[in-house]
């Protein structure tokens, strides 16, 4: 037999071998516990540098039972006498407390500027007119709903600007 036939024979054994299906299943399943073997090791690595960045096992010890060791030696120093000595009481320092105050503003009731009613907000509508921008407002008015109505086409006349307006505009757009 040459080498070639020899190579041939061979092969065509091994081809006839990998096409049997337990041998097929076995490789399949090989393959897989490398692949989980591989994440195993990957998991066991971050597993050991998260365990090695905790204080208590910085400190490989290679004895069976936990250590009473000093991590560092103190050096001990002789004295020839005690009067070298001088003895500090720590100073207890006060506390600071600070106490906040919060000033309740009481804007739940707003005054009318034309009826001098007191209009709670929290329950009824107030109304702002202003001339100007409402962020530089010249001249505004705080009214309740009975005068605002009253008054609105005379403010409108004197060149008030009011929100509700331009809501009531908007308004009249979308339904026209």
């Not at 907000?121 to 709903?145: A, F, R």
């Not at 005068?147 to 308004?171: M, N, R």
Request: negative net charge.
């Amino acid at each position: 037999m040459t080498k070639d036939t020899t190579r041939n024979a061979f092969k065509a054994t091994l081809d006839a071998i990998m096409n049997i299906p337990i041998v097929k299943n076995i490789i399949d399943e090989n393959n897989k516990l490398k692949r989980k073997n591989a994440d195993l090791k990957k998991k066991n690595k971050a597993l050991r540098s998260v365990i090695y960045t905790m204080p208590e096992f910085r400190n490989k010890c290679s004895c069976e039972s936990s250590c009473d060791k000093p991590i560092v030696s103190i050096k001990k120093e002789k004295i020839d006498n005690d009067d070298d000595i001088e003895i500090i009481e720590p100073v207890e320092k006060e506390n600071i407390v600070y106490v906040i105050k919060e000033e309740e503003k009481d804007d739940r009731y707003v005054r009318c500027d034309e009826c001098s009613i007191d209009i709670d907000c929290h329950n009824n509508s107030i109304h702002v007119v202003y001339k100007g921008t409402p962020g530089c407002m010249e001249d505004d008015k705080t009214m309740c709903t009975m005068c605002f109505q009253e008054q609105q086409t005379v403010l409108i006349d004197a060149g008030y600007k009011c929100d509700d307006w331009s809501l009531e505009e908007d308004k009249w757009k979308y339904i026209m």
